[in-house]
Nanobody, 124 residues
Framework: QVQLVESGGGLVQAGGSLRLSCTAS????????MGWFRQAPGKDREFVASVSWTGGTTYYAEAVKGRFTISRVNVNNTVALQMNSLKPEDTAVYYC?????????????????WGQGTQVTVSS
C-alpha cells in the first residue's frame, strides 16, 4: 500500500508564501508521476500542479501559473509545492496524489493514491 504524507500547510497573509511537502513510500516513488490538487469549501477538487517521474515535465493550473512551483527529489521520495504570492482564493485543503504511471496528468481520476490533505488558509 502506497502512503503519502503531506506537511507544510498553515495560515498566511495574502502575498505570503508556503511550501508544501509530500513524502511517499520509497518502493513506489521512483516510477510515479505526482500531483497536487486542492478543494475549497463547497467546491469540487481541482488540479493544481503535476510532475513526471523524471521531473522533466510539469503542468500547472492557470490560476497558479507563475506563482506556484512543483518539484521532486527522488532520493528523498519527496515532492514539494512552493506557493508564492498567495491569494485568499488559494485557501483550500491541498492533497498530494500519485499515479501508477510515469507521465504527469491534470486529471484527478488518473491518480491512484491520495494523501490525507493539509489545510492552507490565506487571510486578506
Amino acid at each position: 500500500q502506497v502512503q503519502l504524507v503531506e506537511s507544510g500547510g498553515g495560515l498566511v497573509q495574502a502575498g505570503g508564501s508556503l511550501r508544501l511537502s509530500c513524502t511517499a513510500s520509497a518502493r513506489f516513488f521512483d516510477t510515479t508521476a505526482m500531483g497536487w490538487f486542492r478543494q475549497a469549501p463547497g467546491k469540487d477538487r481541482e488540479f493544481v500542479a503535476s510532475v513526471s517521474w523524471t521531473g522533466g515535465t510539469t503542468y500547472y493550473a492557470e490560476a497558479v501559473k507563475g506563482r506556484f512551483t512543483i518539484s521532486r527529489v527522488n532520493v528523498n521520495n519527496t515532492v514539494a509545492l512552493q506557493m508564492n504570492s498567495l491569494k485568499p482564493e488559494d485557501t483550500a485543503v491541498y492533497y498530494c496524489a500519485a499515479r501508477s504511471a510515469s507521465y504527469a496528468s491534470r486529471r484527478a481520476e488518473e491518480y491512484d493514491y491520495w494523501g490525507q490533505g493539509t489545510q492552507v488558509t490565506v487571510s486578506s
